[in-house]
């Protein structure tokens, strides 16, 4: 079932700003993963932060985790009209493998 | 990186006849594959888990006489929508890992969209 819930919907803005999106979650977890999906493509990984953990960097990437509010954010700094996607977390479970996804935020990147 | 292909990338049928959806691991060799369904603007819908050489377990309310899923080798599953209908419509994609354990990352197809007419 789906558990997690992302937050905005949607999100539009201007080439070199920041983008912020949120992702919450119901249960316990093992890791937490965030993904890109182009319009009809698809998902791309772009990072994994484990249980334990409560930030990880990669390049203009920012994902913090905070297990006790049981959520998630992504941040994309200085972005580019290729960040336009849409952007999804998914949870893997502390007892099984599959990943349960949630809604998505739609990112559009003005030039 | 891990590669995982989807074929076809596109499929128009007609109501009621059989569809096979094939996802392949090219550089690597997958314990486990995993097939979701996902709607227009909506999210990814695990259906169903496959491991190599044994039946595939199904989510809740997926019918698994309406989507035959075979795992032969370990590059290759096969996901046939029998009998499609146009409820079916749908962006089907495929996902890869080496182990099919929560510390392992999933590589993902490009989808395969059907179109049930």
């Known amino acids: 079932s789906q558990q997690g819930e992302e937050d905005p919907q949607a999100l539009s803005i201007q080439e070199g700003e920041n983008a912020t999106m949120n992702c919450s979650y119901k249960t316990s977890i093992n890791n937490l993963q965030w993904y890109r999906q182009n319009s009809g493509r698809g998902l791309v990984h772009l990072i994994l932060?484990?249980?334990?953990?409560r930030e990880k960097h990669s390049g203009r990437l920012r994902v913090t985790l905070d297990t006790s509010k049981k959520s998630s954010s992504l941040l994309i700094t200085a972005s580019r009209a290729a960040d336009t996607a849409s952007y999804f977390c998914?949870?893997?479970?502390?007892?099984?493998?599959?990943?349960?996804f949630g809604a998505g935020t739609t990112v559009t990147v003005r030039a | 990186g891990a590669v995982v292909s989807q074929h076809p990338s596109w499929v128009i049928c007609k109501s009621g006849t059989s569809v096979k959806i094939e996802c392949r691991s090219l550089?690597?060799?997958?314990?486990?594959m995993f097939w979701y369904r996902q709607f227009p603007k909506q999210s990814l819908m695990l259906m169903a888990t496959s491991n190599e050489g044994s039946k595939a377990t199904y989510e809740q309310g997926v019918e698994k006489d309406k989507f035959l899923i075979n795992h032969a080798s370990l590059t290759l599953s096969t996901l046939t929508v029998t009998s499609a209908h146009p409820e079916d419509s749908s962006f089907y994609i495929c996902?890869?890992?080496?182990?099919?354990?929560?510390?392992?990352?999933?590589?993902f197809g490009p989808g395969t969209r059907l179109l049930v007419l």
């Open positions: 550089d690597f060799q997958a314990t486990t």
């Open positions: 932060i484990r249980s334990n953990e």
């Open positions: 996902s890869a890992s080496l182990g099919g354990g929560p510390q392992e990352t999933q590589y």
């Open positions: 998914a949870t893997a479970g502390s007892n099984d493998y599959k990943l349960s």
